[in-house]
Structure formats: structure tokens, C-alpha cells
């Protein structure tokens, strides 16, 4: 019965502190992400994160092992809603939606967060495998159900090949992007425009 009390009591312990624990990793990921737009990806090191948020370096390590990984959960954290595709409407009208969000996306300060992402992963093999698996692939396999989508209902030609549309809707955008030159929603739309229009006319 002791050994019981015991466990029993210890689980309540566990369960009061994963509210607090929760909190604690969620003002982290705010830190990282703060000075990751202020600083970019090289300017912030373990110490920095720890003392902004407050915590030890410690603490970081008790759920990540770098601080790579620690920045990376920082973007996802942060910009996770920020491009959804959604439910409502047709699924080509949700790709139009979209396509337009990228470009508004890319000009907010979140956007030159990610272009600065794109650009450290080319240099660090760990990260550019972080990136790819946690948010390439699932954002990747997101757009290109919603082609299927639009192909199912007729919206666009059976031949339309889902990945490939998709890098011509995101690429050229973030291409533009990369080399500062001008990304706004009617670029975006003319975009879409021609490349629906090419897909149509296959």
C-alpha cells in the first residue's frame, strides 16, 4: 500500500507540472524565434535563447539537442498556421488562396525568417534534414492533396502532375524572394493565372 501511495503521489507530481512545462518550453520557442528574426540563425547561440527566455541552458537541452533543433521548432511554433490550406471553398479556389498567402507571407517579417532558414540549411547538413522532413514533406504532401483535389473535381486535367504544380506556384515567389526583388499578391496571381492556364490547355 506504501509503494502505491508513493507512485501515486509522484504522478501527481508529473501531472501538476506539465502545465508549467508546457509553458516553460512555449516561452522558449518565443525567445528563439525573437532573436532568431533579429539575429538570424548564426547570431544565436544555447546562451542566448536560455537567457532571454529565462532558464538554464539546461532546460533547452531537456528537449532538444541543439540548438538548431531548438530554432527550427521555433519557426514551425510560430508560423505553423500562417499558410493553411483549409477546407472551405473549391480546392482550386483554396490554391489560388494560397499561392496569394505565400507572397503576402514572404513579405512579412515571418517570410524573411524563413528565407533566412532556406539560406543556413545549404550549410549545415543536420538542419537541411530537419527542415526537410518537418516541414518539406508535410507541406509538400499538404499541396499537392489539394491538386488532387482539384483534379478529382474537374477543376484541373487528370495528366496535371500534383508535386510539380506546386513547385510553380511556390518557386518562381520565393526565387523573387531570395534575390529581393518584388513579391506581391498580383505577381502571385498572375502566376497562378498562367500556370492553371498552361495546366488547361494541355
Known amino acids: 500500500m506504501k509503494a502505491k501511495a508513493v507512485r501515486g503521489r509522484v504522478a501527481a507530481v508529473h501531472a501538476a507540472g506539465r502545465p508549467r512545462s ?11 524565434f525573437a532573436l532568431l528574426k533579429r539575429d538570424g540563425f548564426d547570431g544565436v ?44 471553398g473549391s480546392a482550386l479556389a483554396r490554391l489560388r488562396k494560397y499561392t496569394l498567402r505565400i507572397a503576402e507571407f514572404l513579405n512579412s517579417e515571418n517570410g ?19 527542415f526537410y522532413e518537418k ?15 482539384a483534379i478529382d ?14 513547385n510553380m506556384l511556390t518557386a518562381p515567389l520565393i526565387m523573387r524572394a531570395l534575390l529581393h526583388q518584388n513579391v506581391d499578391t498580383n505577381a502571385a496571381q498572375r502566376l497562378f493565372d498562367s500556370v492553371v492556364g498552361a495546366a488547361d490547355r494541355r
Request: proline share 5%; hydrophobic share 50%; net charge positive.
Open 22 to 32: 508546457e509553458k516553460t518550453r512555449k516561452a522558449i520557442l518565443k525567445a528563439a
Open 45 to 88: 547561440s544555447a546562451q542566448h535563447i536560455a537567457g532571454e527566455a529565462g532558464v538554464s541552458t539546461a532546460t533547452l537541452y531537456r528537449w532538444w539537442d541543439c540548438k538548431q533543433a531548438i530554432l527550427l521548432d521555433a519557426y514551425l511554433e510560430t508560423t505553423r498556421e500562417i499558410l493553411p490550406y483549409g477546407k472551405r
Open 112 to 130: 524573411w525568417v524563413f528565407l533566412r532558414l532556406l539560406m543556413a540549411i545549404q550549410e549545415n547538413p543536420a538542419l537541411h534534414r530537419a
Open 135 to 149: 516541414v518539406f514533406v508535410p507541406r509538400r504532401a499538404e499541396g499537392c492533396a489539394v491538386v488532387r483535389e
Open 153 to 166: 473535381a474537374g477543376e484541373l486535367p487528370a495528366a496535371v502532375d500534383p508535386d510539380l504544380m506546386i
